[in-house]
């Protein structure tokens, strides 16, 4: 156990938790940090549950229950053996396999510091497609397990990223709020690697907010062989080089020239670090199935390595970890470089761009992100109505840890694991509909029958059995922002048939009949009647809260023929302008296409000229033998020329027009189509593509891009796009901020990960932001250009270890993906509301969409109300606009976790300021008596949050910062219970002993 009183001191000088079971290393020395480890994916070539049983060993000989076995077995032999484990998911499924005896056996190591956990999140996440959200709570759920059930001793202070294809800063800035001290890596450029390795800045801080200063500061290496050991030192069962021979008798007596091996690759990588400790990662993909074999060698390694000091080497190799390490350099007291851009995109060869996978499998990107915005919802009303911690939320929660692994979101994994991720999205978001339902029930006077709620996951193809097939339905709209919104509900209903809808005050509300596109009703697999979208506006919805609305079927031709939309085909070369609220948009009459979007004044209408078009780039196909040779594939995006090929010289065009919204339905191909959605009240553009099946007839695989042009604007080559969808980082075309790009791929390497928006700033008048509903790869190619790829089906390998080709199927076809970009302009801004309020407000809606479930019912709308709650919010009072709740969930029966973040970046905007709220008001129904501040984590307390300080270059090294980060933290002993949230910050809080009022 470590000395409480060492631990005591080292705290009170601000040093961290020394740890006793690390060594020092020698003054003097070259100090050699072997890391033992295992880096085991979360699925890949096999499934979870394959690479947890070592089942399916065709494909990759790898087991992670033998790994562990293997390793514990190892460490409890010899007390100076250390390992690393990082994900969570693997560990915990062993964990609840053991005997209480080995149990306590793995508990003893941990205290030892034998065996120490790294990372700790459910999975190693994707840090392109990985939604901030998403990561905090896949992080939340490893790291309060690992806690929960080893203690503090066992909480991670490294973060250990490296198999994930780039690494954006706000992963870095998130790692910093969790009470890490350090990053270590493996992938970055190859360029910015050579650079760095000249100049000895492979290790740096990382100051990875614009807004947040020393407390988004992370230490940051690059780790020096990727994450294996250096060549000829690779001692598993998997790998193919010498062990030790040490037997002087043996013809093949070997340890003189490993040794001076060994010392050679130690010099060289000291070479290439500013201090005299390195570290040397010794271990790869699921390594240790038989650790004997690497400890065997290893301890030769250090007993024979050591002994040369005796003639004088200066090299000094011992068993460590990523935290004894990151605490020698430390100790070292050195002055550091910085960094404060990211590091994307990663490029392994001058022609292996890794950023095709920003988009791969565009169809399981939105299921993460909506089943995403489900589980916030499901933990809201799990903590607003009581429910405490559910057996099936927890398993949706750690279902989504599994999804935000970087061969998951990320879309690299083999067909039959993407299947499987499906599968397992599907159950965990299928087992949660019932605790909603269960929530829901709490509610209402009726418990007959009539309460079941069903909810529909296809709407997103219009399609549900409820709305289709019954007479009579209840439409339920829940709110999970904690603020009122507005919102288009549109359900599926068949053709001719009118409906009467009722809102909960007893009032009708205006609806209109929607055509759905006829693609749409093409789309292969689609089995449904609906031919329409019953369209109607839900208003002021209550924060985390519901509106009910009555639908009843209706014979009457008169209603249908009043709610039916106006439909034409515009006249060739006939102008055609569509107006929606104090929104316009208007198509050039020869191609058809997007041509200017405007605002409505009282003075006419402001149009910019805009053209918006899909084009296809045609991937490299390639054989892999060298990198001009590489294939476009899942991991890489290749085109084959630097302009795009036109889908076709001119779509049809179909107009749509009522009283609930205006569309224009576009259609390039029979595989290629869209519909402009203007919603009057909404100062924002939708437009929902539909891609797929893209044709392969001719031997080509297809990469299909959505671009926009604003023609009379020049940005000078820059953009910008968010960061894992928070901070915004500035692009320029061609160009890296810390190292000489030499770009060969002039498409694929000016690409970037678009996790929420790609915005343009002409630094006067101009600005517009194009929003996504999933991950996407973008890029700004010429001034006034927004690209974004939002599908891609190829026939070759890149040859980067999956192994098969993109090319998904569905129904025997191609795979077809749908899915929403929303374009807002700064002529749609207001007084109330400027072009930063604008993106960011319509980023937290396309975050968080209102959650639609359906209910039978042969209840008349007069009675209904009677029986119902038909109006509820779990909130006393809303956010401020500038705020979001980020996490509403229940711990325990009586405790609740809650984070509150400001969702505005400095000078963004008018709401760039501090903003106030009361936790007392956030939940209606239950009264707080303690709060207590947390790591964004919530597995630490934040006045028990210790980071390491480090000095860096060009700028006063003072060991100070922490009075100001203890700034606005709730006392338990205050009775206001009030946070103060300052641009981009993010508050975690863990409500303690609250209890439940008469429901209001």
């Known amino acids: 156990m470590w000395s409480a009183v060492v631990l005591v001191l080292c705290l009170a000088f601000g040093y961290g938790s020394a740890n006793p079971a690390c060594n020092p290393g020698k003054e003097g020395m070259l100090n050699v940090h072997l890391v033992c480890h295992t880096h085991d994916d979360v699925g890949w070539l096999k499934t979870v549950d394959q690479y947890f049983y070592g089942a399916n060993n065709s494909i990759q000989q790898a087991g992670v229950q033998y790994i562990l076995d293997s390793v514990v077995q190892s460490l409890k032999e010899d007390s100076s053996r250390k390992f690393i484990y990082v994900e969570s998911a693997f560990f915990f499924r062993w964990w609840d396999e053991q005997t209480d005896e080995v149990k306590a056996d793995v508990k003893s190591l941990v205290e030892k510091g034998q065996l120490e956990f790294i990372g700790g999140g459910w999975s190693m996440n994707d840090e392109a497609a990985a939604h901030y959200n998403a990561i905090i709570d896949q992080m ?60 000895k800045t492979m290790e740096m801080v990382w100051q990875a907010s614009q807004d947040l200063g020393k407390a988004a500061w992370l230490f940051t290496g690059v780790l020096p062989n990727g994450y294996g050991p250096p060549p000829g030192f690779c001692f598993d069962v998997l790998c193919q080089d010498q062990p030790f021979m040490d037997d002087p008798r043996l013809h093949d007596y070997n340890v003189d020239q490993k040794v001076t091996d060994f010392v050679k690759a130690a010099e060289a990588q000291s070479a290439q670090y500013a201090s005299n400790h390195i570290i040397m990662t010794m271990g790869e993909d699921f390594n240790y199935q038989s650790a004997n074999r690497w400890y065997k060698n290893l301890d030769k390694l250090i007993r024979y390595v050591n002994a040369r000091q005796e003639n004088g080497s200066k090299v000094n190799v011992f068993y460590s970890t990523p935290s004894c390490y990151l605490e020698s350099l430390h100790n070292s007291n050195l002055t550091w470089p910085t960094k404060s851009d990211d590091f994307f995109p990663y490029a392994s060869g001058n022609h292996s761009y890794w950023t095709g996978y920003f988009t ?54 083999k067909q039959h694991v993407t299947d499987d991720y499906t599968l397992r999205l599907d159950q965990g978001v299928t087992q949660s509909f019932a605790a909603i339902t269960e929530a829901y029930s709490k509610l209402h006077s009726d418990t007959s029958e009539d309460q079941a709620t069903v909810f529909c996951p296809l709407l997103n193809v219009s399609s549900c059995a409820v709305s289709e097939t019954s007479s009579s339905f209840l439409v339920t709209v829940y709110n999970p922002l904690a603020k009122p919104r507005d919102h288009i509900v549109r359900v599926p209903v068949p053709a001719g048939v009118a409906y009467k809808v009722t809102d909960y005050k007893g009032d009708a509300v205006t609806v209109q009949l929607v055509p759905l596109p006829e693609s749409l009703l093409a789309m292969p697999g689609r089995s449904s ?121 001119k779509p049809t065009v179909k107009v749509v027009e009522g009283p609930v919204v205006n569309e224009l339905h576009q259609t390039w191909r029979d595989w290629v189509s869209q519909v402009v959605i203007l919603y009057p009240g909404q100062p924002l553009l939708t437009l929902q593509w539909l891609v797929g099946p893209i044709p392969i007839s001719d031997g080509v695989g297809k990469e299909v891009v959505s671009r926009v042009i604003w023609s009379n604007v020049t940005t000078d080559k820059t953009f910008y796009t968010d960061s894992n969808g928070r901070e915004t980082l500035k692009r320029v075309l061609d160009y890296r901020p810390t190292w000489q790009l030499r770009n060969h791929e002039p498409v694929a390497g000016n690409y970037y990960p678009v996790t929420a928006r790609l915005l343009l700033d002409d630094g006067k008048d101009f600005k517009a932001a194009v929003l996504n509903d999933r991950a996407q790869g973008g890029t700004s190619l010429g001034d006034g250009h927004m690209e974004l790829m939002v599908h891609r089906r190829l026939l070759h390998d890149d040859a980067f270890g999956v192994g098969e080709s993109l090319n998904e199927t569905a129904y025997g076809q191609g795979l077809v993906a749908r899915g929403k970009h929303y374009i807002v302009h700064s002529d749609f801004a207001t007084s109330e509301c400027d072009f930063g309020c604008l993106h960011r407000t319509v980023g937290e809606d396309v975050l968080l969409p209102p959650i639609i479930s359906f209910t039978p019912t042969t209840t008349t709308r007069h009675s209904w109300r009677e029986s119902h709650t038909a109006k509820w919010s779990g909130t006393k009072a809303s956010v401020p606009w500038n705020v979001h709740l980020l996490t509403l969930e229940p711990l325990g029966e009586t405790t609740i976790l809650v984070r509150l973040e400001h969702q505005y970046q400095a000078n963004e905007s008018s709401f760039s300021v501090p903003a106030t709220v009361s936790l007392q008001d956030l939940l209606a129904d239950w009264e707080i008596v303690s709060a207590q501040e947390t790591t964004l984590a919530a597995n630490l307390l934040k006045d028990d949050d210790q980071r390491y300080e480090w000095k860096v270059e060009g700028t006063e090294n003072e060991q100070g910062g922490e009075t100001e980060r203890r700034e606005n933290r709730i006392k338990p002993s205050l009775s206001s219970f009030s946070v103060t949230l300052n641009p981009m910050e993010i508050k975690t809080f863990i409500l303690e002993e609250v209890w439940l009022l008469e429901p209001s």
């Open 140 to 199: 939340t759920v490893g790291l309060r397990k690992l806690n929960d059930t080893f203690g503090e001793i066992a909480r991670p202070t490294v973060a250990w990223q490296i198999d994930p294809f780039g690494h954006a800063r706000e992963q870095a800035s998130l790692f910093a709020q969790m009470g890490f001290n350090g990053l270590f890596f493996g992938r970055l450029d190859h360029d910015d690697k050579d650079t760095r390795i000249a100049n």
């Open 360 to 413: 791969s499998r565009p169809a399981l990107k939105r299921h993460v992100r909506s089943t995403n915005a489900f589980l916030q919802a499901v933990k809201q009303v799990s903590a607003l109505l009581g429910l405490g911690v559910d057996p099936r939320v927890e398993h949706l929660k750690e279902v989504m840890g599994v999804l935000q692994h970087h061969d998951a979101v990320s879309g690299t994994a």
């Open 529 to 649: 009647n609906a031919k329409f979208d019953l369209a109607f506006v839900a208003s002021a919805i209550p924060p985390l809260g519901f509106l009910q609305f009555h639908v009843q079927r209706s014979s009457s031709r008169r209603i249908l023929a009043q709610q039916m939309s106006t439909v034409y085909v515009p006249k060739a070369s006939q102008e055609i302008m569509v107006k929606g609220g104090n929104v316009a948009v208007e198509m050039d009459p020869d191609t058809s296409l997007l041509s200017g979007v405007g605002v409505i004044t009282e003075n006419g209408i402001k149009m910019n000229k805009v053209n918006q078009t899909f084009l296809w780039y045609a991937g490299v196909i390639g054989n892999n033998s060298a990198e001009e040779w590489r294939s476009s594939g899942a991991y890489i995006f290749r085109p084959n020329a630097t302009a795009p090929f036109p889908i076709t010289q």
